[in-house]
Every structure is written in C-alpha cells, then in structure tokens.
C-alpha cells in the first residue's frame, strides 16, 4: 500500500520519488518503502542517501509559540554511487522508530496535532537537497492504549493531543507529547484538564499524569503530576480502570508529586 509519493526534484534535473508502504507503524517498529531516483541532463556524484523522521513540535518563547520540525531519527539507506543521465535507480529501505516515537493514530482516527512525517535528504557533490516531508503514521504501543482506553472507561474524554519541546527526565527525546482529557464528572471538582505523557523503554514504560487542578477559597490550584512506572508484562494482568481512578482523585485532593 502507497501511502503518499513525495516528490522532489534536485540539481541538474535528478529527481526522487519516495513512497511508504507501511500504512501504520509503532513506537520501535518499522517503516519500509522505496526510494526512486531518477539520473537528469548529466552524470552525478552521489555521495549518500538518508531519511530522517521528524516531528512538528510547539515552541513557547517569549514572543509567543511558534512550531518547528525537530528530527529524532536518522538512518542512511544508501551509501556513494554515480548516478548517469536518465538512469533509474530504486532504493528500498527499512527505517527503524524509536521506541519513543509519539503516536498520531489512535483506533484508526487522526490526532491532528501531532504530524509525523519522513524527509529525504540527498547528498549530490557535497549539496545537500532536502525534500519535502512523507507523513507517516503511527499508532500507540498496546500498554499505551490500555492505558488511554482506561481513562476512556471511567469516562474521561479525549480533547487534543500535541508535541511540544522540551525534555522530560528519563527521556532521550528533545520534545515530548501530552494527550489532553476531559475529566468525568466525578472528578472535574479537583482536575479541571489532565494531561497524560508516555516515556517508553525496552521493558516498561512511565506514564505522566498531570492535572491542573482549580483552585479553591484557600488553595490557588496549581498543577500536579503523579508518575507511574510500569511494566509490559503487568499490564494485561493489572485492574488500570481503578487505578487510574485512584490516581486521579489523588491529583484532585493535593499537588501532585513524581512517585
């Protein structure tokens, strides 16, 4: 399945065509497609071909917010050849997420404030062209969703999700992505929003929930964050509905802490 053709046209009329077969991926899986390069009006040192994943990320500066595409994995795909006039040559690649890639599929539905996308990146004597983004499309790890259905079952729902910059303890990523709710009504006297992160491991997984609490006649609200570390193998054999419900009435009563 193509899921779109990116097409980019470089010096002296070489142009290149990439198309991702992939349809959906997974934080630490894999994207494959190919990579169509096609030679123009002379002979051409390449030197290489790569890809790099990249992420559309909110910035927050003094002048306001801003957004800009932070690249958070790079993976060459071909190494130096000659590339002659009107030749064809196609490059098939497997690229490899990292297991910290965010999500912007869930249940088949877009999340339309995270943008994922692949850049084409070509090296033609020692000019670097870069083509246009390919989107791609990636869908949360099955602890992820049993979490984000959790919060669902007990009545929180869904209101945006986004990326914005900045580094979380733990994280090797300059950017992180916050899930936004609505919290149930049994709750929304103590969170008025909660905000859920993910930082994901080789075992295990922390899960970030943050709710900005309102204020009272003697408290001025403030936000509060719990952290939960998890392992994949408990997931399926733990009652998350109510533990996510425990964790929730604790944001409501007290600022939050990392525990």
Known sequence: MVFKRLKARFGGGTTVQTQVHTPVAQPGGYVQGVVEIVGGEFEQDIRYLALAAEARVEVETDNGESR???RFAHQHVH??????????IDVP????????????????????????GLR???????????????????????????ILDALVNIGC???????????IPGSA????????????????????????????GPHGMDVLLEGDRRGGFLDAGGDGIHRL?????????????????HHLHELGRRRGFFG
């Not at 870069?130 to 990636?138: E, L």
């Not at 992505?177 to 992160?197: D, M, N």
């Not at 570390?229 to 419900?245: F, G, K, L, P």
């Open 93 to 116: 690649f497997t690229f490899g997420l990292p297991l910290e890639t965010p999500f912007n599929v869930i249940g088949g539905q877009e999340l339309h404030g995270v943008r994922l």
């Open 79 to 88: 190494g130096a050849f000659t590339l002659h006039p009107g030749q064809r």
């Open 173 to 200: 990523l300059d950017f992180y992505q916050e899930v936004e709710f609505h919290p149930a009504p049994e709750f929304a006297r103590g969170v008025s929003e909660l905000e859920v992160t993910f930082l994901t």
């Open 68 to 70: 800009t595409d932070l």
């Open 157 to 167: 729902r869904f209101k945006s999700a986004d990326l914005e910059r900045g580094r």
């Open 229 to 245: 570390s998890i392992s994949y193998d408990a997931v399926a054999h733990e009652d998350w509905e109510s533990i996510m419900r």
């Open 120 to 146: 084409t990146e070509l090296e033609i004597a020692k000019s670097l062209d870069k083509g246009d983004w390919d989107p791609i499309r990636v869908e949360p790890l099955p602890a992820q969703r049993r």
